[in-house]
């Protein structure tokens, strides 16, 4: 080997050894500005502390007879900010049907039969008002049925439910 050979792979090691420790440096400083400043970040945004506190509330809340349960009653934090996220109370049927009974209704999910279906109706209407009244009311679960009580909307009077089951009954008599 030649003494330019060698003096070549002296400064070409050097070279590439001065680039790995370029590197490394890079790399450590890209670390340490990220850490101090991408986790105070994400750590205070008011939507992330909102979520998390979310998934670490109790699953359930339990009310033992005999005991002070007023730590389950429920509070409103912020009775202006729910005022316009909540879901519209329906006043009649046809509105009842339209936001929460037409979710299953409308396509026969879970059993239902689909609204103005007069063939699906039948055997139900013939059962009597009171036993739809009391299965819209109280929920269905059998023979592969399932009817949540109230459509899964419990905040609904229960005239306004009867109100729904008449619509849907008249859906299938016109």
Same mark, same amino acid.
Not at 56 to 69: K, S
Not at 149 to 174: F, T
């Given at each position: 080997?030649?003494? *330019?050979?060698?003096?070549?792979?002296?400064?070409?090691?050097?070279?590439?050894? &001065? &680039? =790995?420790?370029?590197? #490394?440096?890079?790399?450590?400083?890209?670390?340490?500005?990220?850490?101090?400043? *991408?986790?105070?970040?994400?750590?205070?945004?008011?939507?992330?502390?909102?979520?998390?506190? *979310?998934?670490?509330?109790?699953?359930?809340?339990?009310?033992?007879?005999? /005991?002070?349960?007023?730590?389950?009653?429920? =509070?409103?934090?912020?009775?202006?900010?729910?005022?316009?996220?909540?879901?519209? $109370?329906?006043?009649?049927?046809?509105?009842?049907?339209?936001?929460?009974?037409?979710?299953?209704?409308? /396509?026969?999910?879970?059993?239902?039969?689909?609204?103005?279906?007069?063939?699906?109706?039948?055997?139900?209407?013939?059962?009597?008002?009171?036993?739809?009244? /009391?299965?819209? &009311?109280?929920?269905?679960?059998?023979?592969?049925?399932?009817?949540?009580?109230?459509?899964?909307?419990? @905040? $609904?009077?229960?005239?306004?439910?009867? /109100?729904?089951? @008449?619509?849907?009954?008249?859906? #299938?008599?016109?």
């Amino acid at each position: 080997m030649s003494k *330019q050979d060698t003096h070549f792979f002296d400064v070409f090691s050097l070279v590439i050894g &001065l &680039l =790995v420790v370029v590197a #490394v440096i890079l790399f450590a400083l890209a670390r340490s500005i990220a850490g101090a400043t *991408q986790g105070q970040e994400i750590y205070t945004e008011p939507d992330y502390l909102t979520s998390l506190e *979310q998934r670490l509330q109790p699953f359930t809340r339990e009310a033992v007879a005999g /005991q002070n349960n007023a730590a389950l009653a429920i =509070v409103e934090t912020n009775p202006a900010a729910g005022a316009g996220s909540a879901l519209p $109370i329906p006043t009649n049927g046809m509105q009842a049907f339209q936001q929460v009974c037409s979710a299953c209704h409308g /396509q026969g999910i879970a059993g239902a039969p689909k609204a103005g279906d007069a063939a699906a109706w039948a055997p139900r209407i013939a059962e009597g008002k009171a036993t739809l009244y /009391q299965h819209a &009311l109280n929920g269905l679960q059998a023979d592969g049925k399932v009817m949540p009580a109230k459509g899964g909307r419990p @905040d $609904i009077p229960d005239a306004v439910i009867r /109100q729904a089951v @008449d619509y849907m009954v008249g859906l #299938v008599k016109h």
